[in-house]
């Protein structure tokens, strides 16, 4: 849980060194804002805590299918059964992804063999013991990861990702 | 932990956001994007009205939607001195891509200098010349009076033989059509210089001077054939990652078979299907993998051949083809030459091929059926080649070259629907100089630079240190040469021109070199310059190039070069113009004259004295005729301007006429004589590993913009060697370990990673990587006519250290799709 913390308060300073997106990231609105209504816009989306499953779910390398931030958003719950970058629950073993490629969108498909992600559409793999990472492939970023919090009766909360979702501009829509 | 941006939302483009054709300026497929921009206090809205897509965007948008953008797709930069948004995206529309984006392209915006958001800083910004130990910035004035003076200083001593020129010939980013013709104009034109080498090879020549000395030009067919064809042979090209969007958006439809209905369409009742393919390649490769995914082992076949053995393959399949009598007689007599004599010369039987390539003689006959056993009514079998860098780079370039060529023309395959021999490319294409007044074959300019020969040498857009054979040696004596030009530059108060340009001369004559760079980037072979002169790139400046199928296209001006940076012809026209001056200056009138005719203020202007002036059709092709014709633009050559559109050539040669006086294209003798540059028979069997290497999917080309980019450099930050996992092990190597990779010629590094498809005792390494020069191993052993041979290479291997911090996080697992 800490390293998770901690992993999103890195991301967001990392988000605040790059000027421009925080600039412009309020929502949209096209009709002009008058001064009196402009507030402190939040630099990141607000991302809902939404339980995904309980540890007592998961078993080792069984994908368990979810969706998140909302239910437009498929996604995978993983127990790899070693620790890995991002990993929960008191293995430190739990991870989340984004089943959608980052490409064109496609669904991926889980390689229980060697633990990867697969795209059809332009044969793109992402290594689920790697934080996602693009083994091969198409997209210009990583595949995104849940930010994870595992309660006191072992509840799975996501409750963040670390980079854009397909096919929206913003991650909460 | 893997590289994530924490970026989770993006600045939706607005409804007025002005748009610009964009053409990717990586690789040859140049596909078409659209370049967005607005003004940085702006954005567009969710609702249909309020965005640029027409789209509601508060909606997750669906699979291959054209209404969404990655974060590498989005920047702020520079417009005409003002901060704009811009989001560079695939056009959907494009007849090259489709809205495909490949992991190179896709990060164009990403990969822009941009001061606001921190990437491409690297950029060079004014010229900066050796000034108190180190380079320091100065005007434009400053810097091309320094080079002019000693240019014009070793002509007057050497003659223009002393004046060694390395330049890029292509299109795309560092190239395109205004650029050659601007530096062309200079060497060829007002000077005539023969000691000039080209990007990627130590000599001005071909890369492919057999298809061509056959009169059969090598981009002769169009995207659209690897959909119609019935086959398709792929010869050392791995065109999943490297001609990416033009294997998935026209290959891939063929191979799944749903490019049928278009057959059915042009064939009329000719039998036609889903299509297969012929991969000649020593390594397996995700291409092999991804042609089995789709159209299923049956249909997909491998020919894994001794590395270098390529042409006997050929001449066993045009051997073959010709006894069976599968070949085009009508268009053998009508329009080619020598035809029995090429067939007796190359005469291979199946039995000798498979002994010399390590095949069976069934695979080979088998391919040959496949290549030209006649479909069901006897119709002729369709069948596209396709040949890059594993050929090119590979043994015996002429005679493998024209072996290729020899099969497709006996078979009638080119000029014809789904046919074509055509080399694959490697950035786009965008050649305009007046003709190379040296001989051939050319000088090898690198053996003359390490000899001492030339007093100085002007680069432009070429990293010799990264992307040169033998480089070990090269950087060692070019090092020494630069080195004894700085030293004396030491020697004298920068502000006393007469007294600089007198220590420079002063160390030429010691054996010394002066050196220009004109880049981008700061370079490896730019650590050695003296000056260098800052160019804008594509999006910068107007820039026209052309791709693979010829298709020819504007990428418009989008945002400002960065800082004094200015197109390469321009660079080229300011050079030209202190040179006449500084010839002036000495009473040689003469001489200056012939620097007339560089007062270009625009690249418009250099694109109208070079292509439109002087390439064939060139005619009809104007700035605003081609931003007219979008990012599909015309196929060149250009035939007329009709009804407010460019017409193009869809295929070359469908009439049956050559380039050749006669218009007949002539057959070649192409014997097989081993492993043919010097030196490859002894490094082979001296040597355990072949050191087989090229490009892998994330990185371009030498990764001189991706060594700036966080996720490029974050998947690979050294320079990959795959090898066999038992050979690993035997090494006593893990995966991420560093190693030293090295032979007689020179060592470099790279880090383990075990890959099963790779078979024993042969590794691939990513080449022309800043972090571990492949070319370092390659021996200085060409072919007669300088063509370098960098994928028959053998060497050692062992242990440097274990896997270095920034590798630790890696994934090692298999690059091949598997579900």
């Known amino acids: 849980m800490k390293r998770c913390d901690a992993m999103v308060d890195v991301g967001r300073r990392k988000f605040l060194a790059g000027a421009g997106i925080a600039a412009a990231s309020v929502a949209a609105a096209s009709v002009p804002v008058s001064a009196a209504k402009a507030g402190p816009g939040p630099a990141r989306v607000d991302y809902p805590s939404s339980r995904l499953a309980n540890i007592n779910d998961l078993k080792v390398n069984e994908p368990v299918s979810v969706n998140y931030p909302d239910s437009d958003g498929p996604g995978v719950l993983l127990k790899l059964g070693k620790r890995v970058p991002a990993g929960v629950g008191p293995d430190g073993d739990i991870v989340g992804f984004s089943t959608t490629c980052p490409h064109k969108g496609f669904p991926l498909s889980y390689n229980k063999s060697d633990r990867t992600l697969n795209c059809p559409g332009h044969y793109s793999r992402f290594d689920c013991e790697a934080g996602g990472l693009q083994v091969w492939g198409q997209a210009t970023q990583n595949l995104p990861q849940y930010a994870l919090r595992v309660d006191a009766k072992g509840d799975i909360f996501a409750e963040g990702i670390d980079e854009l979702l397909y096919g929206r501009l913003s991650n909460v829509l | ?819």
């Not at chain 2, 704009?84 to 495909?100: A, M, R």
């Not at chain 2, 959909?227 to 990416?244: P, R, Y």
């Not at chain 2, 290959?251 to 369409?265: E, M």
């Not at chain 2, 073959?320 to 035809?339: C, N, P, Q």
Request: glycine content about 10%; hydrophobic content about 35%.
């Open chain 2, 1 to 819: 932990m893997a590289y994530k941006r924490q970026i989770d939302r993006l600045p939706i483009v607005p409804k007025e956001a002005k748009r610009h054709n964009v053409v990717c300026h990586y690789c040859i497929v140049g596909c078409g994007y659209h370049a967005y921009s607005w003004p940085t206090n702006k954005q567009g809205g969710t609702a249909p009205d309020q965005n640029a897509f027409g789209a509601d965007l508060s909606k997750q948008q669906p699979a291959e939607t054209a209404n969404w953008y990655a974060p590498s797709m989005y920047n702020i930069v520079k417009q005409n001195g003002e901060d704009v948004h811009i989001v560079i995206k695939p056009d959907k529309d494009c007849v090259v891509n489709s809205g495909l984006g490949s992991v190179r392209g896709a990060r164009i915006a990403e990969m822009s200098y941009s001061r606001q958001r921190n990437t491409q800083l690297q950029r060079l910004t004014d010229p900066m010349v050796w000034r108190y130990g180190q380079m320091q910035p100065t005007s434009w004035d400053d810097a091309l009076d320094l080079v002019a003076r000693v240019t014009v200083g070793v002509i007057n001593e050497m003659g223009e033989d002393g004046l060694f020129v390395s330049a890029f010939d292509h299109g795309g980013a560092g190239g395109g059509y205004e650029n050659t013709w601007g530096t062309g104009k200079l060497y060829f034109g007002a000077m005539k210089v023969k000691n000039i080498r080209i990007h990627n090879r130590p000599a001005y020549n071909s890369e492919v001077h057999a298809t061509r000395d056959m009169g059969i030009g090598e981009l002769n067919n169009c995207y659209e054939d690897a959909e119609l064809a019935d086959t398709i042979v792929a010869v050392g090209t791995n065109a999943l990652e490297t001609q990416t969007n033009y294997f998935l958006n026209h290959w891939i439809p063929n191979l799944r078979g749903t490019s049928v209905d278009k057959k059915k369409a042009e064939f009329g009742s000719e039998p036609v299907e889903q299509g297969r393919i012929i991969v000649v390649d020593p390594r397996r490769t995700v291409t092999v993998n991804a042609c089995e995914v789709e159209a299923g082992k049956d249909r997909v076949m491998h020919l894994a051949i001794n590395s270098g053995t390529d042409l006997a393959l050929f001449n066993a399949w045009l051997t073959y083809i010709a006894d069976k009598g599968w070949v085009d007689r009508a268009l053998i007599a009508a329009s080619t030459k020598d035809f029995d004599k090429a067939v007796a010369g190359n005469k291979t039987s199946l039995e000798e091929a498979a002994r010399i390539t390590g095949l069976t003689a069934d695979q080979i006959r088998q391919s040959a059926e496949w290549i030209a056993q006649p479909k069901a009514g006897g119709a002729r079998r369709r069948t596209m080649f396709a040949y890059e860098k594993g050929l090119i780079w590979g043994n015996d370039n002429y005679r493998t070259n024209g072996a290729l060529v020899n099969v497709a023309l006996a078979t009638g395959n080119i000029g014809r629907p789904g046919g074509g021999c055509v080399r694959m490319g490697g950035h786009q294409e965008g050649y305009s100089r007046p003709d190379y007044p040296g001989p051939r074959p050319a000088f090898y300019v690198d053996k003359l630079l390490i000899g001492g020969k030339g007093g100085v040498h002007h680069i432009w857009g070429c990293d010799h240190y990264k992307t040169t054979l033998n480089a070990f040696k090269f950087k060692q004596a070019y090092k020494k040469r630069t080195d004894l030009v700085k030293d004396a530059m030491l020697t004298v108060p920068y502000g006393d021109r007469n007294a600089m340009v007198n220590a420079i001369m002063g160390a030429i004559k010691k054996g010394g070199l002066f050196a220009v760079d004109v880049d981008i980037v700061p370079t490896k072979i730019g650590e050695a310059c003296h000056v260098w002169l800052p160019a804008a790139t594509s999006g910068e400046a107007n820039l026209t190039s052309m791709n693979g199928e010829r298709r020819m296209r504007l990428t418009e001006r989008y945002m400002d070069p960065p800082g004094q940076a200015i197109p390469d012809c321009l660079v080229a026209a300011r050079i030209a113009n202190h040179m006449e001056r500084v010839l002036r200056e000495q009473g040689n009138a003469k001489e200056a004259d012939k620097f007339k005719g560089f007062d270009w203020k625009t690249e418009e202007d250099a694109f109208m004295d070079g292509y439109h002036g002087h390439e064939k059709g060139g005619e009809f092709v104007t700035y605003e005729r081609l931003r007219a014709m979008g990012t599909n633009g015309f196929q060149e050559p250009a035939v007329d301007f009709k009804d407010g559109k460019i017409v193009g050539t869809k295929r070359l040669f469908a009439d049956g006429k050559f380039n050749s006086k006669d218009g007949k294209a002539t057959f070649m003798e192409t014997k097989w004589r081993g492993l043919e540059a010097p030196g490859k028979e002894a490094e082979m069997k001296k040597w355990p590993y072949l050191i087989n290497n090229g490009r892998t999917n994330v990185v371009w080309q030498n990764a001189y913009l991706d060594q700036d980019n966080e996720f490029v450099m974050d998947r690979f930050p050294y320079p990959f060697i795959q090898m066999n996992p038992q050979d690993a092990a035997e090494l006593k190597l893990k995966e991420g370990d560093l190693v030293e990779v090295y032979n007689d010629n020179g060592s470099t590094q790279a880090i383990v990673y075990p890959t099963a498809t790779a078979k024993r005792k042969q590794t691939f390494m990513l080449f022309a990587n800043p972090n571990g020069v492949q070319g370092n191993v390659v021996s200085p052993g060409v072919n007669e006519l300088i063509i370098p041979n960098y994928k028959q290479t053998w060497g050692g291997i062992r242990k440097l250290a274990d896997a270095p911090e920034g590798v630790k996080h890696l994934s090692f697992k298999s690059q091949d799709y598997a579900v």
